[in-house]
C-alpha cells in the first residue's frame, strides 16, 4: 500500500520550504514581457519616460486637450460659462464676478434643496431606533439612552468648534449660529 508520501502524485506543500529556487530576476523578465507585449499592440506601457511609447503619450494629451477645447466652445455657444479661471469670454467674467449663492441655512424655514419629512416617517424611525436600543436623535425624547446619546454628540460638536442642534444652547458657537438664521 502506498502512502501519500510515496504516491507520486503526491505534491509537497510549499510550508516545508523544499520550494525550488527562483531566478532573481524573473520579476524584471515579466516587466519586461509585459511591457514588449505593449509595444507590440501599440499600447502604452508601464515604464515612465518610455522613448517608445512618448509619441503615443504626446498622442493622447492632445486628444484630451482637444476634447476640453471643444467642451468649453460648447458651453460658449450655449451661452454658459465654461470654468476655466482665465477665460475673458463675457459669460465667464460675469459668472466669476457674480456673489456665491447663499448655502443653504438649517433654520426652521423649509428651503427647496431639504427634503420635505413625513412625521409619521419620522417617528417609525425613531420607533426603529429605539427598538435596537439606538438613540432616536431627539433632543425632547425621554428614553434614557436618548438623553445620553444627545449629551454627547453635543459635547462632541462643542469640542470640535461647531454649533449643536439644542435650540437652548448658551455656548457662544450656537448662540452665534442661532443669530445667523
Known amino acids: 500500500m502506498n502512502t501519500m508520501g510515496e504516491h507520486s502524485d503526491f505534491r509537497r506543500s510549499d510550508r516545508d520550504g523544499s520550494r525550488p529556487e527562483t531566478d532573481e530576476a524573473e520579476p524584471f523578465a515579466v516587466a519586461q514581457s509585459l511591457q514588449e507585449i505593449a509595444h507590440d499592440r501599440g499600447r502604452i506601457c508601464k515604464k515612465r519616460g518610455c522613448v517608445?511609447?512618448?509619441p503615443l503619450v504626446e498622442a493622447r494629451r492632445e486628444k484630451k486637450k482637444q476634447?476640453?477645447?471643444k467642451a468649453r466652445a460648447r458651453r460658449h455657444s450655449?451661452?454658459?460659462?465654461?470654468?476655466q479661471s482665465s477665460c475673458?469670454?463675457?459669460v465667464c467674467v460675469a459668472a466669476r464676478d457674480a456673489p456665491a449663492p447663499p448655502a443653504p441655512s438649517r433654520g426652521s424655514g423649509p428651503s427647496a434643496s431639504e427634503p420635505q419629512v413625513d412625521p409619521d416617517q419620522m417617528l417609525r424611525r425613531q420607533a426603529e431606533r429605539h427598538r435596537v436600543d439606538l438613540p432616536c436623535?431627539?433632543?425632547d425624547c425621554p428614553a434614557k439612552i436618548c438623553v445620553e446619546g444627545f449629551a454627547k454628540e453635543r459635547t462632541r460638536r462643542?469640542?470640535?468648534?461647531r454649533?449643536?442642534?439644542a435650540a437652548s444652547c448658551d455656548n457662544a458657537i450656537c448662540v452665534s449660529g442661532a443669530a445667523k438664521r
Open 67 to 69: 476634447r476640453r477645447e
Open 88 to 90: 475673458a469670454v463675457d
Open 163 to 165: 454649533a449643536c442642534r
Open 158 to 161: 462643542h469640542r470640535a468648534g
Open 137 to 139: 436623535g431627539s433632543e
Open 52 to 54: 517608445v511609447c512618448a
Open 78 to 83: 450655449q451661452g454658459q460659462p465654461c470654468g
